[in-house]
Antibody, heavy 118, light 107 residues
Framework: QVQLQESGPGLVKPSETLSLTCTVS????????WSWIRQPPGKGLEWIGY???????NYNPSLRSRVTISIDTSKSQFSLKLSSVTAADTAVYYC????????????WGQGALVTVSS | DIQMTQSPSSVSASVGDRVTITCRAS??????LAWYQQNPGKAPKLLIY???TLQNGVPSRFSGSGSGTDFTLTISSLQPEDFATYYC?????????FGQGTKVEVK
């Protein structure tokens, strides 16, 4: 059974960089594409972007100037960096696996709440 | 970006009821639509993909239909564990976008 686990600071100061890592277990990170999604408290879901097993990326244009997703296949991890954060970036951040067709998110991490506050 | 609009935003129902949720895309997406279920404090769970294909392990009381711009998620006989929020997501193009969610509440 594939499992994903987000990790990283739960509190980030305004203007700083949010950094999260997703560790994949129970399956090969090299066989799929991997995504980040976020959900502000009490609100809906926003797709942030994905990274392929070879490192190619696709980002949401609304965040593209501030987002970097990277992958370390040797550690079965992929990571999210979001720069110049504001309170509007406060959210639960989920990592997820793109399914075999590339068109679904079939396994999700439990989510990590990141609060932007001084 | 493709805008996804769900209706209703919430629905009150009882165990055993048939519940229908609709999702409309701002442009045609063929059958590239997925449905997710989210319980409070939990990650979303994939229910249906390609508009009508049930993900492994999902009960058969869930069904999906539609193509183009109009889609439907139906729960044929609501069970206690089905009270949750449901999201549609278009998978036709990037960026992927979600509907605003439909909360299924106890009547």
């Amino acid at each position: 059974q594939v499992q994903l686990q987000e990790s990283g600071p739960g509190l980030v100061k305004p203007s700083e960089t949010l950094s999260l890592t997703c560790t994949v277990s129970g399956g090969s990170i090299s066989s799929y594409y991997w995504s980040w999604i976020r959900q502000p408290p009490g609100k809906g879901l926003e797709w942030i972007g994905y990274i392929s097993n070879s490192g190619s990326t696709n980002y949401n244009p609304s965040l593209r100037s501030r987002v970097t997703i990277s992958i370390d296949t040797s550690k079965s991890q992929f990571s999210l960096k979001l720069s110049s954060v504001t309170a509007a970036d406060t959210a639960v951040y989920y990592c997820a696996r793109q399914g075999p067709s590339g068109r679904t998110l079939d396994y999700w991490g439990q989510g990590a709440l990141v609060t932007v506050s001084s | 970006d493709i805008q996804m609009t769900q209706s209703p935003s919430s629905v009150s129902a009882s165990v055993g009821d048939r519940v229908t949720i609709t999702c409309r895309a701002s442009q045609g997406i063929s059958t590239w639509l997925a449905w997710y279920q989210q319980n409070p404090g939990k990650a979303p769970k994939l229910l249906i993909y390609a508009a009508s294909t049930l993900q492994n392990g999902v009960p058969s009381r869930f069904s999906g239909s539609g193509s183009g711009t109009d889609f439907t998620l139906t729960i044929s006989s609501l069970q206690p564990e089905d009270f949750a929020t449901y999201y549609c997501q278009q998978a036709n193009s990037f960026p992927r976008t979600f509907g605003q969610g439909t909360k299924v509440e106890v009547k």
